[in-house]
């Protein structure tokens, strides 16, 4: 497993923009599959991107497209999710999460795909 530090959050307008951080520790970053999920309150935890590990394959939730980026950096040891054009309904605290697999390509949606997870960065949107 590797540990992850998230960072990035904060409070911004509508329509503005963030960008997510997230730090994996270990030297087999580049093995995983990297996912950003959110939750808000009162509800579930949802998926919100997810990239291979080798870069190729990238899905966004819908509700996202469009509007937020999945990237990573293998040298940094780092998946980054850069929002923009923010809503209200944005407001979450944002999880990264490592999956590992052999499978470069691999690009996992589910949270049970995924065996670690950061603490945590919130995000909130005003109106």
């Known amino acids: 497993q590797v540990q992850l530090v998230e960072s990035g959050g904060g409070l911004v307008q509508a329509g503005g923009s963030l960008r997510l951080s997230c730090e994996a520790s270990?030297?087999?970053?580049?093995?995983?599959?990297m996912g950003w999920f959110r939750q808000a309150p009162g509800k579930e935890r949802e998926f919100v991107a997810t990239i291979s590990s080798s870069g190729l394959n990238i899905y966004y939730v819908d509700s996202v497209k469009g509007r937020f980026t999945i990237s990573r950096d293998n040298a940094k040891n780092t998946v980054y999710l850069q929002m923009n054009s923010l809503k209200p309904e944005d407001t979450a605290v944002y999880y990264c999460?490592?999956?590992?697999?052999?499978?470069?390509?691999?690009?996992?949606?589910?949270?049970?795909?995924?065996?670690?997870w950061g603490q945590g960065t919130q995000v909130t949107v005003s109106s």
């Open positions: 999460a490592a999956a590992g697999s052999s499978l470069g390509n691999w690009a996992p949606r589910a949270e049970t795909a995924f065996g670690s």
């Open positions: 270990g030297r087999t970053f580049s093995s995983y599959a």
